[in-house]
């Protein structure tokens, strides 16, 4: 059977044609599409259609940085909105399976191999049951979890970027300051995320004013150590992300973490130095617990369009 899948998120839409049969899904060529140069995401389907250059499939899962919920599914970082009850129809569908994108990534990571799960801290793989808690920053901070028991997955969607950032010291405190002073609240989301390395970029810089390049060439400024601020901001996004990633592990009871997208990747030496790991560590009392939860990197490039295949076969078996 083909399937369209696609990730939709808040700076690209990702389509692919996916194969599913016996075994994991047969991803075909992905095609990206800047979603701020197309209306939504009929027109975006409609460059697909046309770039493939022949008829496409009658099912499509797609993976939406949304909630799935309400009838209009709404974007936190564009201004894409789809009808959720409509669209299969607009779209000429028979079947369309709507899902967040890091529940898609959880889906996926379920079924990656060892040689796709990098080690980053604690036991060196995942756990065969229980729960994992998937989360990774793009152009917002996604977050997802699944649970395995005796080989069912169940993979539950959350929106937990959006819980309050707790500051850890002085430094981070400040920067929790100037981002309630600049949105109203200061969540972990604002932090760890693309953007996040601009907003602690200009308050490092000293104004919330100060001028930056846009996150892509801000994240290839800091990576490279060109620019000490860039750095600098950086290695607090870095620390940051590891206190997240253990509350959210201890919100999820999750002894296995797995850290997905393209971002992450990028910055995989700085995930594995001593300061992630420290702070996802630094929890009082569990920190002994801490340290027995294991902390992965996945590697699949596309892990949310893998992961909608995946979700679709769980759906219509």
């Known amino acids: ?37 197309h209306d939504g995401l009929e027109a975006a389907w409609a460059c697909f259609a ?18 799935i919920e309400g009838e209009v599914l709404r974007f936190m970082n564009s201004d894409w909105r789809i009808p959720r009850f409509t669209i299969a129809e607009t779209l000429s569908l028979n079947r369309l399976l709507l899902l967040n994108d890091f ?48 080989g069912r997955v169940s993979v539950i969607e959350t929106e937990a970027a959006h819980i309050g950032f707790a500051p850890f010291d002085p430094e981070e405190e400040e920067l929790s300051d100037a981002l309630v002073e600049l949105y109203g609240r200061a969540s972990v989301e604002r932090i760890v995320s693309g953007p996040g390395l601009i907003d602690i970029y200009r308050h490092l810089a000293g104004s919330m004013e100060v001028e930056a390049n846009n996150a892509g060439d801000l994240w290839s400024v800091a990576i490279d150590g060109r620019d000490a601020i860039a750095v600098h901001a950086l290695d607090i996004l870095v620390r940051c992300f590891g206190a997240a990633a253990g509350d959210i592990s201890l919100a999820h009871g ?26 996802f560590t630094a929890k009082g009392r569990y920190r002994e617990r801490m340290q027995r939860v294991s902390v992965v990197l996945a590697t699949y490039p596309e892990p949310g369009l893998l992961g909608a295949a995946v979700a679709f076969e769980r759906e219509y078996p």
């Open 50 to 67: 046309e770039d493939c250059g022949e008829p496409l499939p009658k099912d499509a899962a797609l993976a939406v940085a949304a909630p």
């Open 103 to 150: 529940g898609a990534a959880a889906h996926a990571v379920s079924i990656l191999g060892p040689d796709e799960l990098e080690h980053v801290a604690g036991p060196p793989t995942l756990p065969e049951d229980g729960v994992v808690s998937v989360l990774g920053p793009g152009t917002g901070l996604g977050v997802a979890l699944f649970s395995r028991r005796k």
């Open 254 to 279: 999750a002894m296995g973490v797995a850290i997905t997208g393209s971002l992450a990747n990028r910055i995989a030496h700085l995930l594995r130095a001593p300061a992630f790991a420290a702070r």
């Open 1 to 37: 059977m083909r399937i369209v899948v696609g990730d939709i998120g808040g700076t690209h839409a990702r389509f692919a044609i996916a194969v599913l049969g016996d075994g994991r899904p047969d991803i075909g060529p992905m095609k990206r599409y800047r979603t701020r140069e």
